[in-house]
């Protein structure tokens, strides 16, 4: 499988009242849209389940949550909306040798 290179971008989450329209991310849909963006991108076939409940851990003891407005979020590419719920999150992804996806906290 050909391997993809991930480019780090500078997205930093949006503060954003709801009458403007937002969608927003919980830990448990954050981790969902992380693992829905990095198979969609074609990055792994598999994501790490370990990694996966480390992430949603860590979200959840940290209050990590981001909105983001409607209209930004409509205007992204999905690779765009993978690297910015990465940035917003401070997660990175990796991938081992054979192909499974791993997260772990930006560094």
């Not at 969608?23 to 954050?30: K, V």
């Amino acid at each position: 499988m050909a391997r993809k290179s991930l480019t780090r971008v500078a997205f930093r989450p949006e503060v954003t009242t709801a009458s403007e329209g937002t969608f927003e991310f919980d830990p448990q849909r954050l981790v969902s849209a992380l693992t829905f963006h990095v198979q969609d991108e074609g990055l792994a076939s598999t994501i790490c389940d370990t990694c996966v409940q480390a992430t949603l851990r860590r979200f959840n003891q940290s209050g990590t949550s981001v909105n983001v407005a409607k209209s930004r979020w409509s205007g992204m590419t999905n690779a765009q909306r993978m690297e910015w719920l990465l940035a917003s999150s401070r997660t990175e992804v990796y991938c081992s040798a054979d192909g499974t996806a791993m997260f772990r906290e930006a560094r």
